[in-house]
């Protein structure tokens, strides 16, 4: 079993930052890949980021060039630093791991890009 808990989430201004955090309840290095999905009203959960093991990263479209994934492997964290950030952005935001076939989320932290 493994838990995640984020935080971070906020209501900030268009153009703003926030930094996203996603604490584990196990040592990531367990998990291949480590995952950001969000999911605004009405739509659809989409991948937002993820960084494997080996410290490779990808984003969607829609992000390149403003959020950052990174770990912290002592602290058992992902990060998602979000910068320049659009109204289109808000949404609640998922942290998201795969283990023995099986897939964990958190409970998810909101983000609200909003003047």
């Known amino acids: 079993q493994v838990q995640l808990v984020e935080s971070g989430g906020g209501l900030v201004q268009p153009g703003g930052s926030l930094k996203l955090s996603c604490v584990a309840s196990?040592?990531?290095?367990?998990?291949?890949?480590m995952r950001w999905y969000r999911q605004a009203p009405g739509e659809q959960r989409e991948l937002v980021a993820a960084i494997t093991i080996g410290g490779h990263t990808s984003y969607a479209d829609s992000v390149k060039g403003r959020f950052t994934i990174s770990r912290e492997i002592a602290k058992k964290a992902v990060n998602l630093q979000m910068n320049s950030l659009k109204p289109e952005d808000t949404a609640v935001y998922y942290c998201?791991?795969?283990?023995?076939?099986?897939?964990?989320w958190g409970q998810g932290t909101q983000v609200t890009v909003s003047s």
């Open positions: 196990i040592s990531i290095v367990d998990f291949s890949t």
């Open positions: 998201n791991v795969q283990r023995a076939g099986l897939d964990y």
